[in-house]
T-cell receptor, first 109, second 114 residues
Framework: DQQVKQNSPSLSVQEGRISILNCDYTNSMFDYFLWYKKYPAEGPTFLISISSIKDKNEDGRFTVFLNKSAKHLSLHIVPSQPGDSAVYFCAASGGDMRFGAGTRLTVKP | NAGVTQTPKFQVLKTGQSMTLQCAQDMNHEYMSWYRQDPGMGLRLIHYSVGAGITDQGEVPNGYNVSRSTTEDFPLRLLSAAPSQTSVYFC?????????????FGPGTRLTVL
């Protein structure tokens, strides 16, 4: 069963606008949530994380929001840049780590 | 620091052949893991290790073996390759299994089983 779901396989936004990537999970025992970014032919790289005891974490242009009651998290990128074009994976940790299927973000100049 | 290294980058096998995917890290991380990435499925955990001599199964362990004789190395063995094992394989390491510790991924091995 997929415990972490990213329902949008792709997202396209204009440079300078906001990108919002969404993720849902089913297991209430997860205690950490993470976003990874992946370029073609490379391994995923860590982007930002949030503990289950927080509802928001910011790092520069990237902000992750966690809504525990809805079992939902989102990644906001503001402003979006062409270099942000990549596949973004949502992940949740609670003993081992489970990943979503990924969302391919395209930022158009 | 080389980080996490994986060899080979590409491999083509025939059904029934065996092979070992190599993974090494030079960050003295205790936790290491293997994932496979398939279209529409994201990254799925195959096996993981919390330290030398200790391994455990992840979501999709069937058809794969692992061992952890040293902190640095975590090889993944395919005993009898099947077309369903065609995938991209990633090795990762982190200080611990906690989600608070960043996992570092290798560049991946693209495996095709004919």
């Amino acid at each position: 069963d997929q415990q972490v779901k990213q329902n949008s396989p792709s997202l396209s936004v204009q440079e300078g606008r906001i990108s919002i990537l969404n993720c849902d999970y089913t297991n209430s025992m997860f205690d950490y949530f993470l976003w990874y970014k992946k370029y073609p032919a490379e391994g995923p790289t860590f982007l930002i994380s949030i503990s289950s005891i927080k509802d928001k974490n910011e790092d520069g242009r990237f902000t992750v929001f966690l809504n525990k009651s809805a079992k939902h998290l989102s990644l906001h990128i503001v402003p979006s840049q062409p270099g942000d074009s990549a596949v973004y994976f949502c992940a949740a940790s609670g003993g081992d780590m489970r990943f979503g299927a990924g969302t391919r973000l395209t930022v158009k100049p | 620091n080389a980080g996490v290294t994986q060899t080979p980058k590409f491999q083509v096998l025939k059904t029934g052949q065996s092979m070992t995917l190599q993974c090494a890290q030079d960050m003295n991380h205790e936790y290491m893991s293997w994932y496979r990435q398939d279209p529409g499925m994201g990254l799925r955990l195959i096996h993981y290790s919390v330290g030398a001599g200790i391994t455990d199964q992840g979501e999709v362990p069937n058809g794969y073996n692992v061992s952890r004789s040293t902190t640095e190395d975590f090889p993944l063995r395919l005993l009898s390759a099947a077309p369903s094992q065609t995938s991209v394989y990633f090795c990762a390491s982190s200080y611990s299994a906690s989600g608070a510790d960043t996992q570092y991924f290798g560049p991946g091995t693209r495996l095709t089983v004919l």
